[in-house]
């Protein structure tokens, strides 16, 4: 079996049981003028982590291997919004609201978009998700099991919500799971570094970390 130099030790891993699992780089949270900045975020911590994302992706395409990816996002009539996750805080402008970049986090509105630099190709899985999880209330499950996947290579934001979140979900079905510490981010530096912490507590109790250049040199000597 092949092994990717991880955290809190190497990952071994079965090429042909593995995809990666890139998160919500949609604009909304990473451009001006999207959602993310309207909270107050500094996007420009996302913004830096799109050429590893990228590089990520493109190794995985290059292996042969499964790429998908996820959106946070609603129907237009916003009947998949509960209450408590639209009314949340003080926000400037909620989910639902017209912003700079259309509707927020509405499907089919320009901010809702992933990123042109790290866009699914034609024919990969992209799971439009209403919460924080990719398995919440969408097909990802049964999309893995589609594929034969029982490991998961993870990249996106944030680090902290919806990645870890999405993480543990697959934990509990029995998924290994591997976090790209580079190719991931969050707004808060020091709950990017928790979250890394505790994902690989205890032997690893949610999953492995790695670095992208550790990742990619596992796949390409497999």
């Not at 042909?16 to 909304?28: S, T, Y």
């Not at 990520?56 to 998949?80: K, Q, W, Y």
């Not at 032997?203 to 250049?213: E, P, Q, S």
């Not at 990742?215 to 000597?221: E, F, H, M, S, T």
């Amino acid at each position: 079996m092949a092994e990717i130099d991880a955290l809190p030790f190497p990952f071994a891993f079965r090429p042909e049981a593995m995809a990666l699992i890139v998160i919500d780089m949609q604009r909304d949270f990473a451009e001006p003028g999207g959602f993310g900045a309207s909270l107050g975020n500094d996007v420009g911590r996302v913004v830096a982590i799109v050429p590893t994302v990228k590089r990520l992706i493109e190794g995985f395409r290059t292996a042969g291997l499964p790429v998908i990816h996820t959106m946070e996002c609603h129907r237009s009539d916003l009947s998949d919004l509960p209450p408590a996750k639209r009314n949340r805080g003080n926000p400037s402008i909620r989910i639902g609201d017209a912003g700079p970049m259309g509707r927020v986090l509405v499907v089919g509105e320009p901010g809702t978009a992933i990123l042109d630099e790290v866009a699914p190709l034609p024919g990969e899985i992209v799971i439009e998700k209403p919460g924080k999880g990719a398995f919440y209330a969408t097909s990802f499950g049964e999309d893995l099991k589609r594929l034969g996947v029982q490991q998961l290579v993870f990249a996106g934001v944030t680090t902290e919500v919806c990645v870890q979140t999405t993480m543990r979900e697959a934990n509990d079905r029995g998924y290994e799971c591997l976090l790209a510490e580079d190719a991931t981010e969050s707004y808060f530096p020091e709950f990017k570094a928790a979250a890394l912490a505790m994902i690989r507590a205890q032997g690893a109790i949610v999953g492995w970390t790695a670095m992208t250049d550790q990742v990619l040199k596992g796949i390409a000597d497999a």
